[in-house]
T-cell receptor, first 115, second 114 residues
Framework: AQSVAQPEDQVNVAEGNPLTVKCTYSVSGNPYLFWYVQYPNRGLQFLLKYITGDNLVKGSYGFEAEFNKSQTSFHLKKPSALVSDSALYFCAVRDIGSGYSTLTFGKGTMLLVSP | SAVISQKPSRDICQRGTSLTIQCQVDSQVTMMFWYRQQPGQSLTLIAT?????????ESGFVIDKFPISRPNLTFSTLTVSNMSPEDSSIYLC???????????FGPGTRLLVL
């Protein structure tokens, strides 16, 4: 079975400071990992994904994420937060080779960026 | 990336009634998914809908409650039947099920059942 943990319900950061939103995963095989963002009254928007290759993945809006196999983590990062980054962030995993192609989502982390 | 639209965007319904949600994709796709996001919760997969076959439902979801149609490669509907206040959620349509594919989501349908 595949699972995702987002240990923080909420992350608070001041504008201009770096931000990190944590994600750890559990799969039986190799993982494909994704980050999505949900703005108020909007659907999910894709930010970035890790399939293979470089452990540091760059995505939309200046976000990046680092895949760490030994720690089974895929934390989302941004060097300088903007107030407009305030939203709900979801980490998701797909287990490669499991024959099951659907995503499993974490419970989400609310990011609040203060001016 | 696929462009996905959903109708209606939101609705307020009375208990005991049914609502059909439409999902339209701008390109042909093999797999379509329906998710539910209850208030303050994460996304839960309801079912996978492949064109030409019966939908596959996840544990806890049944066809009588959530019938799904998939008449062609660009369209699907989800019906929420005999609604109760517990069905108040955001329902999202999604496409992109191959392992390496990014899964894209529609804007969601916000349902409130009174």
């Amino acid at each position: 079975a595949q699972s995702v943990a987002q240990p923080e319900d909420q992350v608070n950061v001041a504008e201009g400071n770096p931000l990190t939103v944590k994600c750890t995963y559990s799969v039986s095989g190799n993982p494909y990992l994704f980050w999505y963002v949900q703005y108020p009254n909007r659907g999910l928007q894709f930010l970035l994904k890790y399939i293979t290759g470089d452990n540091l993945v760059k995505g939309s809006y200046g976000f990046e994420a680092e895949f760490n196999k030994s720690q089974t983590s895929f934390h989302l990062k941004k060097p300088s937060a903007l107030v407009s980054d305030s939203a709900l962030y979801f980490c998701a995993v797909r287990d490669i080779g499991s024959g099951y192609s659907t995503l499993t989502f974490g419970k989400g982390t609310m990011l609040l960026v203060s001016p | 990336s696929a462009v996905i639209s959903q109708k209606p965007s939101r609705d307020i319904c009375q208990r005991g009634t049914s609502l059909t949600i439409q999902c339209q994709v701008d390109s042909q796709v093999t797999m379509m998914f329906w998710y539910r996001q209850q208030p303050g919760q994460s996304l839960t997969l309801i079912a996978t809908a492949n064109q030409g076959s019966e939908a596959t439902y996840e544990s806890g979801f049944v066809i009588d409650k959530f019938p799904i149609s998939r008449p062609n490669l660009t369209f699907s509907t989800l019906t929420v039947s005999n609604m109760s206040p517990e069905d108040s959620s955001i329902y999202l349509c999604s496409v992109g099920g191959n392992e390496r594919e990014t899964q894209y989501f529609g804007p969601g349908t916000r349902l409130l059942v009174l």
